[in-house]
Structure formats: C-alpha cells, structure tokens
C-alpha cells in the first residue's frame, strides 16, 4: 500500500491559502477546506429546523447531529452515543468539572499539570476550590519540556479522584506519555481527562489505546467550524449529572448540551472528518470503513508534518540570537522561540509584513510561560498542519533570519 501526500492537491483543496500567505497560525486555528463550506452551505440551503419535529426540516437536523457524532467518533475512535458537543473545549471543561466536582469531597484531590492549556487547569482548580478539594501539581522539565509520566506515581493515591493532561501541548508540542498517566489515575481509581485539542490535528488518535475517560478536541484545529466535543464512555457519562433545564434530555449524550445545537456546522464536521480520512487514503480496499481511512490519512501527516517540522526547527535552531522552548523526543509540529532583542509581538509583526502568520503570546499556556519566566509577553509560535509546504518553512526561516542574523 502506497501512502501518498501530495501537498499541493491537499492546498489547492483551501480556498484561503490563495492570498498566498504562509499560514502558520494552525495552532490556534486552521483554514477550512472547500468541502467543509460547501456543507454548511448546503445545510442552510436545504433548510434546517431544531430538533424532534414532525416536518422534514427539522429530521433534516436530527440526521445531521446523528451524522457529526458518527463522524466525530470515526475520527478518535469513540462511539457515537459517547460524543457531547460544545461552543469550545473550554466551555465543555467548565462543564464537566461543575458536573464531576458534585462528587467531590473534602479530603479528596486532583492532579493538574503545568504544560496544559489552561482550560485543561483553570476550570478544574477552580471545581476543586469550590469542593475544598486538594489540587496537586504535574510539572514539566522546562529544559527539556517533557512530562515526566513517573512523577504520577507520587502525585496520584487512593483519594485521587481525577488527572487532568494534554496530549500535546499547545506551546511547545510536547506529547506526554498519556496512556501511562491514565494507567496511574485508574490503578487508584480516578478518571483521566485528556486535552486532545492540540494532537488530534496532527497524528491518529484512540482514545481507547490512551485510555482517556474524557478525550476534548476542537473541529476548528482540524479544519472544520468553530465548535468542539468530549468523548467519553457512554457508561461513564450515565453517572454523571450536569446542570440543565427541566424539559431538556435527560439521556446522555444530550443532557450534557446547553441550548440549541449548531446544525450547519455539524454539517461542517462531518465534512471535516471526511476530509481527513481523504487525505492519503487512496490505496485501501473500497470497503475500508471511514475509521480505517482516518488512521491511514493521519499516520501519514503525522509523517509529513514530522519531516518538515525537523526543517523548521534546524533552521531555527542555526540561528543564535534564536531561542528554542522545548525538546521533547515526541512532539505535535510546534516551535515556540524568542529572539535575542526583539519584542514577540514586534517579530509577530515583522512576519506579518512579509505575509508569514505566526502568533504571539502565551497562547494560553499561562502555567508554563510562567514556570519559563516568559509572562507577560510569553513568546513566538509557528506551527505546521497538512497544507502547511517547504515554501511556508522557507518563508518563516528567511523572515526570522533577517532579525536574528
């Protein structure tokens, strides 16, 4: 079987991508593809109702929410009737630490980590204040940026009730050993909640094989709408109980969602999804299912983004006035450096002039950026996703080049 990527098939496929900037702010958000437009489009123009009606608007919706959680679930390994969609993986955090902290009690504690985005930290020690809660603390190596998974072994005990980790961080790439982690959280049996938004664009992900209870992802990372989605062992989400409104679902997943769903752009992800498994999937067996097609299609970005990232950081790394922030041995393809001299907003802008789009900041790694002594202005960040091309990296290089020489 022949894994093909073409990157230029793959951005001719982004309609964005023809104002010839080098997009290299997928971190925070990618471009939408054709196809995802298109779907949402077609959603609004076939006509579109909320849900349980008896007119065919409305069973339009109901196929569309049916067909996203299928989709979702294809992408990450879960089950359909385990997918709760939101507004943001932050909004989704909130709400299952509001749910799950009603379990708490005093004596009790939870373990967070310094390398997480912080919605994957602030809702949770704000739930463990309310409960007076312990929060204990999971700290990175800051020179080399991992996650120590042996750390676990002291941080968590028998009234551990749940671990909060990333499964990539969204700052300095780094993917912890996250099966590990949740083998500790289990073995004293609490539940581990994973912050898949920064790794599902970049690599295949079973959420099973990383035994997350809880697996957080956002469709606006992997080319799709703005919204995101937990999933979690239907079973699991049976025990819990979220605030809602009286006349709302009380079955799961549907108790967990708050007001009206987005229905176009669940459109929207089911397309997204499709395009991925699209990607370099074109030598399987026709009757490969979509779950097959997305595992083949993402070891081969994960390839593809790995051996354009290694040029990316070469290139970086040859610069003196150039600082790197971590080195860990596995990584989402994510720099995050400072040059000698130059503000991060002021290089930010020195590319922007030369059409390379990088952001700047904390990008909301707030614990780590304090532990490296980077806030309040935090640092730069260049990350690559599958339409990203050596005349992307290119850019960056000469552009950094010209303030770093």
Not at 72 to 90: I, K, M, Q, R, Y
Not at 132 to 138: E, I, K, Q, S, Y
Not at 182 to 194: D, N, P, T
Not at 339 to 357: C, I, K, Q, S, Y
Request: glycine share 8%; hydrophobic share 50%.
């Amino acid at each position: 079987m022949t894994l093909a990527f073409d990157v230029a098939r793959v951005r001719a496929l982004y309609p964005a991508l023809a104002d010839g900037d080098a997009y290299l702010d997928g971190a925070a958000g990618t471009q939408v593809p054709f196809a995802v437009i298109e779907a949402i489009a077609a959603a609004y123009r076939a006509g579109i109702g909320n849900l349980g009606g008896a007119f065919a608007a409305s069973g339009r919706s109901d196929d569309l929410v049916a067909a996203a959680r299928a989709a979702l679930a294809d992408l990450v390994g879960g089950t359909a009737e385990g997918v709760v969609f939101g507004p943001s993986a932050t909004e989704l955090a909130y709400r299952v630490s509001a749910a799950l902290s009603r379990q708490w009690t005093a004596g009790d504690d939870i373990v967070v980590s310094r390398l997480d985005h912080d919605s994957n930290i602030r809702p949770w020690i704000q739930a463990a204040a309310r409960a007076g809660v312990l929060v204990r603390w999971a700290e990175a190596d800051l020179a080399t940026g991992e996650l120590p998974a042996e750390q676990y072994a002291d941080l968590i005990g028998p009234r551990t009730r749940l671990v909060a980790v990333t499964a990539a961080s969204n700052a300095i790439g780094t993917r912890p050993d996250v099966a590990s982690i949740a083998a500790s959280a289990h073995a004293m049996g609490a539940l581990c909640y994973v912050d898949g938004v920064h790794a599902t664009p970049h690599l295949p992900v079973d959420v099973a094989a990383l035994a997350a209870d809880f697996y957080a992802t956002s469709a606006y990372k992997w080319s799709g709408p703005h919204l995101a989605a937990v999933v979690a062992p239907p079973g699991l989400l049976e025990t819990v109980w979220p605030d809602k409104l009286a006349p709302s679902a009380n079955e799961v997943p549907w108790r967990f969602e708050r007001g009206t769903l987005p229905f176009a752009d669940l459109a929207g992800v089911s397309a997204a999804v499709d395009h991925l498994a699209g990607l370099a999937s074109g030598d399987l067996d026709p009757g490969a299912t979509r779950r097959d097609r997305v595992i083949v299609s993402m070891t081969r970005v994960e390839e593809y983004e790995a051996a354009l990232f290694a040029r990316l950081l070469d290139g970086l790394a040859g610069m003196s006035r150039v600082t790197l922030y971590g080195k860990a041995a596995h990584r989402a393809p994510t720099a995050f450096f400072n040059v000698e001299g130059v503000a991060p907003r002021a290089v930010a802008a020195h590319l922007a002039a030369r059409g390379v789009n990088v952001w700047d900041g904390d990008n909301y790694a707030y614990e780590l950026c304090t532990a490296l002594g980077l806030e309040p202005d935090g640092a730069v960040r260049a990350g690559l996703v599958h339409y990203n091309d050596d005349s992307d990296v290119s850019r960056l290089l000469t552009a950094v080049a010209d303030l770093a020489a």
